[in-house]
């Protein structure tokens, strides 16, 4: 099926390990997005891409880096994990002109 | 600064009754507004949108309501059944600049609705 595939969708981490985050779309789409879910605080942008080899900052970037590799893959690095960056990351994309996201499932990051 | 204010954090309803969710935002720059459903362990789903050129949207039994000049937007589910127990996320966008696509969201209100 079409859509936006994210993996893994489970990781634990010990403080100060890394990891990479990988997104990939095959709907052909311009933009990607990374987002953090945590309880009581909604979706909040880490980074973006409006094209590829474009990115930009979002709300939250601190302690994150990211790759657009190519049009279809958009992933997320922690180079040193914290505690803090325990949450749900979501990766999203939209088609040029269109309105809608498309997300992917989620990884659930604990970061102990 | 939270850019999209929704309330309540958490619903409960009878089935068969009316959801409401309200959000509110402050930039006027925002010229596109979304409703997101999210059931636990998914990422979340477009469900509606409106742009703020019409007061009100409805596709089945979810409506939104726009209100320009009181800068709010609310989410109405009539006849709420249990398969509409999830996350409900509203958000805004400004679709110009630098900040083309980038979508602001509303904190999330959890919806259980009772049999």
């Known amino acids: 099926n079409a859509g936006v595939t994210q993996t893994p969708k489970f990781q634990v981490l010990k403080t100060g390990q890394s990891m990479t985050l990988q997104c990939a779309q095959d709907?052909?789409?311009?933009?990607m997005y990374w987002y953090r879910q945590d309880p009581g605080m909604g979706l909040r942008l880490i980074y973006y891409s409006a094209s590829e080899g474009t990115t930009d900052k979002g709300e939250v970037p601190n302690g994150y880096n990211v790759s657009r590799l190519n049009k279809r893959e958009f992933s997320l690095r922690l180079e040193s994990a914290a505690p803090s960056q325990t949450s749900v990351y979501f990766c999203?994309?939209?088609?040029?002109?269109?309105?809608?996201?498309?997300f992917g499932s989620g990884t659930r990051l604990t970061v102990v | 600064q939270q850019q999209v204010k929704q309330s309540p954090q958490s619903l409960i309803v009878q089935k068969g009754g009316i959801s409401i969710i309200n959000c509110a935002y402050e930039?006027?720059?925002?010229?596109?507004f979304p409703w997101y459903q999210q059931f636990p362990g998914k990422g979340p789903a477009l469900l509606i949108a409106?742009?703020?050129?019409?007061s009100e949207k409805k596709e089945g039994r979810f409506t939104i309501s726009f209100n320009k000049s009181a800068k709010q937007f609310s989410l109405h589910i009539m006849d709420s059944q249990p398969g509409d127990s999830a996350t409900y996320f509203c958000?805004?966008?400004?679709?110009?600049?630098?900040?083309?696509?980038?979508?602001?969201f509303g904190r999330g209100t959890q919806l259980t609705v009772w049999p």
């Open positions: 958000a805004a966008r400004i679709d110009r600049g630098s900040t083309l696509g980038r979508l602001y």
């Open positions: 930039n006027t720059a925002f010229d596109y």
């Open positions: 409106i742009r703020p050129d019409v």
């Open positions: 709907m052909n789409h311009n933009s």
């Open positions: 999203a994309s939209r088609g040029e002109g269109r309105d809608g996201y498309t």
